[in-house]
DNA sequence: TCAGTGATTAGG
DNA sequence: CTAATCACTGAG
């Protein structure tokens, strides 16, 4: 059963829209990124339920020097799936309970990635992966081949506020301060 | 402000 | 093997 902040149920039901190809992913993360909010993110359950988030919230990571992308340490087992092509979700661990939904754009052996931060109803990565259902079982998923989960546009393209990205004090003064996360509070 | 929680990573 | 770290959240 899907909650919003109140505790008041969701049915994650919007009109279906296009599904997004393989092209609208392999380009580069900053192109992206921008035109992600208002995009809508689908989920089909086993039973065959099909529900639509709209996206809210989202934050680029791009490429080796970043200095907050996990792929500036290079390639190690839990970030091969950046190197992969665009279209391929990350999904990983943090802080031992928080399943964080990336997904990895660009050519393969450039790793990018956006992590979803928010979709409507829901603030915080954390808080959505839990309310949707993503798991481990979801990375490296191809949201262009998979049957459980993709992303599609329905024409929506709502006014993008920017700012710097969230809890990565570590990254250094620039990679901390350059405004990759693009949301909207309208919808 | 700070604890919870466990996979991931570098290093011995 | 050990120990530090962490793209978060909710409680105080």
Redesign the pocket.
């Given at each position: 059963m899907v909650k919003n902040n109140k505790g008041n149920t969701i049915s994650g039901t919007l009109n279906a829209g296009i599904k997004l190809s393989r092209d609208f992913f392999t380009r580069d993360v900053l192109e992206i990124a921008p035109v992600m909010p208002g995009k809508i993110l689908v989920l089909k359950s086993a039973k065959g339920i099909i529900k639509r988030f709209r996206i809210t919230d989202v934050?680029a990571?791009s490429g080796s020097e970043d200095l907050?992308?996990?792929a500036s340490?290079?390639r190690?087992?839990?970030?091969e799936v950046?190197f992969h092509e665009g279209g391929h979700l990350?999904v990983?661990?943090?802080?031992?309970?928080?399943w964080?939904l990336?997904i990895v754009t660009g050519p393969a052996e450039i790793p990018q990635?956006i992590?979803i931060r928010g979709i409507e109803n829901y603030s915080?990565?954390?808080?959505l992966t839990k309310a949707i259902g993503i798991d481990k079982s979801f990375n490296d998923e191809d949201l262009i081949t998979s049957g459980r989960i993709w992303i599609e546009s329905d024409g929506v393209s709502p006014e993008i506020k920017t700012g710097p990205r969230?809890?990565?004090e570590?990254a250094g003064d620039y990679w901390k301060s350059v405004p990759w996360r693009f949301y909207t509070g309208s919808l």
């Amino acid at each position: 059963m899907v909650k919003n902040n109140k505790g008041n149920t969701i049915s994650g039901t919007l009109n279906a829209g296009i599904k997004l190809s393989r092209d609208f992913f392999t380009r580069d993360v900053l192109e992206i990124a921008p035109v992600m909010p208002g995009k809508i993110l689908v989920l089909k359950s086993a039973k065959g339920i099909i529900k639509r988030f709209r996206i809210t919230d989202v934050e680029a990571y791009s490429g080796s020097e970043d200095l907050a992308s996990h792929a500036s340490k290079g390639r190690t087992a839990r970030t091969e799936v950046m190197f992969h092509e665009g279209g391929h979700l990350y999904v990983y661990l943090i802080y031992g309970m928080y399943w964080m939904l990336n997904i990895v754009t660009g050519p393969a052996e450039i790793p990018q990635a956006i992590l979803i931060r928010g979709i409507e109803n829901y603030s915080g990565p954390g808080k959505l992966t839990k309310a949707i259902g993503i798991d481990k079982s979801f990375n490296d998923e191809d949201l262009i081949t998979s049957g459980r989960i993709w992303i599609e546009s329905d024409g929506v393209s709502p006014e993008i506020k920017t700012g710097p990205r969230i809890g990565i004090e570590y990254a250094g003064d620039y990679w901390k301060s350059v405004p990759w996360r693009f949301y909207t509070g309208s919808l």
